[in-house]
């Protein structure tokens, strides 16, 4: 599969490169240090000097929180070798920083199951868009996923008087962030496809080790979802985790 990396060359700008069967291979792309928080990384890397400033780590909150890190110094990688390496040389920084991620993501769920479960399911009943931005997020750190979409039903009120409540379908999608909006014809049929599938429980109905890809249904609270994941690799502890969260979500935690 493809994935992408990024050095942090100095307090203004970064490399970006692209590795993977489809990835051109070169020294990368100079970026705006201010275009991190837009980009889904599978590994970032920074000298322990500009991990040390507090300064610049606070204009970094949201991309330590969503991207994996490691300072240079810890993996022997400079931004000149770092320019030059190409998918195979990437491959071992990128499975080592990757993988250590995940786990780390996963004991911390771990460590706070019963804070995330209340709290969502505070928010299902108040803001469903809210909930599911969430739960996109939650999801997306703890699978490691380089693309993910939810597809779920919602009630759209009534924009005038006379009008009924109407069932549609919402797909929330993205890579980095979460993207809400109204489904089409692609999400109805999905949901038909799978309707026979719904359960209370998280169960993984497609997935293609070789391509990354998987597919897993489930309902809330009766509400059927339908997840859609291109991610690097599926562990026993990755479905135990989304197994025992989506149990949570069907009771009443508060």
């Known amino acids: 599969m493809d994935f992408q990396l990024a050095f942090i060359k100095n307090p203004q700008q ?45 204009t970094l909150t949201t991309t330590v929180e969503k991207n994996p890190i490691r300072t240079c110094e810890e993996i022997n990688l400079d931004a000149d070798l770092f320019e030059k390496l190409n998918t195979q040389e990437a491959t071992p920084y990128f499975n080592k920083v990757y993988s250590s991620w995940i786990l780390q993501n996963n004991l911390s769920l771990l460590e706070e199951f019963t804070t995330v479960v209340k ?14 931005e969430e739960f996109w997020s939650i999801v997306r750190r703890n699978l490691g996923t380089s693309e993910l979409t939810l597809v779920y039903n919602d009630m759209q009120k009534a924009k005038k008087e006379g009008e009924k409540n109407k069932l549609i379908k919402v797909k929330v999608h993205g890579t980095a962030k979460p993207n809400p909006e109204e ?26 080790k070789e391509k990354g890809q998987m597919v897993a ?16 690799g599926l562990t026993r502890l990755q479905r135990s985790l989304m197994k025992a969260l989506i149990d949570g979500l069907q009771e009443n935690w508060v």
């Open 14 to 58: 970064i490399i970006l490169k692209d590795f993977g069967q489809n990835a051109q291979e070169g020294r990368g792309k100079i970026m705006d240090i201010d275009e991190l928080s837009n980009l889904n990384l599978q590994g970032l890397f920074l000298s322990e000097t500009l991990l040390e400033d507090p300064e610049f780590l606070g």
């Open 119 to 132: 709290h969502l399911n505070n928010l299902w009943p108040n803001d469903r868009t809210a909930f599911f």
């Open 183 to 208: 489904g089409g014809e692609l999400e109805n049929k999905l949901m038909k496809n799978y309707e026979k599938l719904f359960q209370a429980e998280f169960e993984v109905v497609e997935y293609n």
């Open 217 to 232: 249904v489930f309902t809330i609270k009766k509400s059927p979802v339908i997840l859609m994941a291109n991610l690097y």
